[in-house]
């Protein structure tokens, strides 16, 4: 049952909450994915439509929102397709360059590497930064290469004999540095 029949039927106990108490998470729910319109959730709770559309716009809940999200979330149709689009655009071997300049540039270059090798720190030369760059993209290149020709049992290897040096390390935490924000912005989210 979606969450509009169960309001109506909730509404017809005479146990509806008020519209103030319902979450945001309910009311995008209600707009987003059910398409269901201000004036129909307002006509439900018994308040005025304005104040249905100030509480989504003040809350960030847009049509625009709902269709990104759904873009971006791989566990739905339009997600899948268009993740696999995007795998199969980019994972090619002609791309090896690309993608591992651009890895390099993001999970390392534009680090704390980037600060140590600036003014006023200057502590990498230009020479130290080539070889530190030339060595990082290399060996991506080399890693994305397995995993484009589906190499498992080689990256397996790889991991699982290079995990045992970073063991004392600090666990690794996902930290996108903007990505998602990126992706969002290009998408046309404000």
Do not use: C
């Not at 104040?51 to 899948?80: A, C, F, S």
């Not at 502590?123 to 290399?138: I, P, R």
Request: glycine share 6%; no cysteine; proline share 3%.
């Amino acid at each position: 049952m979606k969450l509009y029949e169960t309001f109506v039927s909730k509404k017809n106990k005479n146990n509806l909450p008020p519209f103030e108490e319902i979450s945001n998470a309910e009311l995008e729910q209600l707009f987003t994915k059910e398409m269901v319109s201000d004036n129909r959730i307002a006509e439900l709770f018994g308040v005025k439509t304005s104040k249905v559309t100030y509480r989504r716009r003040k809350n960030g809940i847009t049509i625009r929102k709902g269709i990104i999200d759904e873009v971006l979330n791989p566990n739905t149709d339009k997600g899948k397709q268009i993740n696999l689009q995007m795998k199969e655009e980019v994972f090619t071997k002609e791309n090896l360059d690309k993608i591992s300049k651009a890895i390099t540039h993001f999970a390392f270059r534009n680090g704390p590497i980037e600060d140590m090798h600036a003014y006023p720190n200057n502590q990498l030369s230009e020479n130290d930064m080539k070889v530190l760059n030339k060595f990082m993209v290399n060996r991506l290149a080399y890693i994305f290469d397995l995993i484009i020709d589906e190499k498992w049992l080689e990256l397996g290897v790889l991991i699982n004999h290079f995990s045992l040096y970073g063991e004392g390390w600090d666990k690794a935490e996902l930290e996108d540095g903007g990505n998602k924000k990126m992706v969002r912005r290009l998408l046309g989210e404000k």
